[in-house]
């Protein structure tokens, strides 16, 4: 089975870089009909997509583009997430995912990490 798990700090203020990784088992994120994404959920909200990195590059929710950047390293098969100058709206549960089609829905989920935003 596929198992997905986020790691990185918890705390930032504003105006840092948040970093996290998701960490992949039982399959390969070279695989090139996979889509390996990153989702968010502020609380009290619902969730919104942040980005893919898949055989075709990577995609970016419009509204976080400019401070958004998801790349990979294949020898670790990892996938990870750069946000700049977070806000404390930033805050939120983040978590990384599977996606078979680049639409969704996601079939494997990482434990999600919290991640605060606060001055």
């Known amino acids: 089975q596929v198992q997905l798990a986020e790691s990185g700090p918890g705390l930032l203020k504003p105006s840092q870089t948040l970093s996290l990784t998701c960490t992949v088992s039982g399959e390969s994120i070279t695989a090139d009909f996979y889509f390996w994404s990153w989702v968010r959920q502020p609380p009290g909200k619902g969730l919104e997509w942040i980005g893919y990195?898949?055989?075709?590059?990577?995609y970016y929710n419009s509204s976080l583009k400019s401070r958004t950047s998801i790349s990979r390293d294949t020898s670790k098969n990892h996938f990870t997430l750069q946000l700049t100058s977070v806000i404390p709206e930033d805050t939120a549960v983040y978590f990384c995912?599977?996606?078979?089609?680049?639409?969704?829905?996601?079939?494997?989920w990482g434990q999600g990490t919290q991640v605060t935003v606060s001055s």
């Open positions: 990195i898949g055989y075709s590059g990577t």
């Open positions: 995912a599977r996606d078979r089609t680049g639409w969704g829905p996601y079939d494997f």
